[in-house]
């Protein structure tokens, strides 16, 4: 639902925007920008359930011309999403049955970006837009799962025990491959700029790397966020 809502966003402004060839620089003779941005992050699996998280990231961008420049950023992001409720059943032993639910996932990881942004034709005064398309690899620092679970015992008694928090790095990928789209609107910030800014981050590759063994963790994973946040240019040169 996220994708479907994102991508009709960004078809509405190319359609708009990018026919008007002739772009107006909003960067002078300047050919290098350098600044932070941050975002907080709408995080989801290929299934619902949201989680939020957060990032912050330093970029630097060359100036190609008046309508493209290519901006590669480093930093730090959370994804992550809900699990699915799964149960997993034991022979021997005195537990006979763990059920596993309301479970969630954070994937804090370091993070690099390469984006294209296009700078199409405005007509709204000093404020421009900027769509960006690219490229995004997380490396994996840690994953943390918080669910509740329903522990079931041979002799017919029960357990329930709530926000059990556990480090499940060891079931994930290290590396989180995703495409990203976005827009953003720079408004004139003191002798700076400011971009409101809308980013949609779709993964590529199965997270999970036990596949079907273990019930709580099985089933193909994928990441998608929706993320809003600013950009600030720091210094331009």
């Known amino acids: 639902m996220l994708r479907k809502i994102y991508v009709i966003i960004i078809i509405m402004c190319l359609v708009k925007h990018v026919t008007h060839s002739q772009t107006k620089s909003t960067v002078g003779n300047a050919q290098w920008n350098v600044g932070l941005n941050g975002t907080v992050n709408l995080n989801q699996f290929n299934f619902s359930g949201l989680v939020t998280g957060g990032e912050i990231n330093g970029f630097i961008a060359r100036v190609l011309n008046d309508n493209f420049s290519l901006q590669a950023e480093l930093g730090v992001k959370q994804l992550g999403g809900n699990r699915r409720d799964a149960a997993q059943e034991f022979e021997g032993g005195n537990v006979?049955?763990?059920?596993?639910?309301?479970?969630?996932?954070?994937?804090?990881?370091?993070?690099?970006?390469?984006?294209?942004?296009?700078?199409?034709?405005?007509?709204?005064?000093?404020?421009?837009?900027?769509?960006?398309?690219?490229?995004?690899?997380?490396?994996?620092?840690?994953?943390?799962?918080?669910q509740d679970q329903f522990y079931f015992f041979n002799d017919g008694s029960s357990i329930y025990v709530s926000e059990v928090r556990q480090n499940t790095s060891r079931f994930y990928e290290n590396s989180i491959f995703s495409g990203l789209m976005g827009l953003s609107v720079a408004v004139p910030f003191g002798k700076k700029t400011m971009d409101f800014q809308m980013r949609y981050e779709q993964g590529i590759n199965q997270l999970n790397r036990v596949k079907f063994s273990i019930p709580q963790y099985a089933g193909k994973l994928r990441t998608n966020s929706l993320k809003i946040g600013l950009s600030y240019q720091l210094f331009n040169f």
């Open 96 to 146: 006979d049955q763990i059920l596993y639910f309301n479970r969630r996932a954070v994937i804090n990881s370091f993070n690099s970006n390469l984006i294209l942004n296009i700078h199409p034709r405005t007509e709204l005064g000093s404020v421009s837009m900027t769509l960006f398309f690219g490229v995004s690899h997380a490396l994996k620092v840690e994953v943390s799962e918080v």
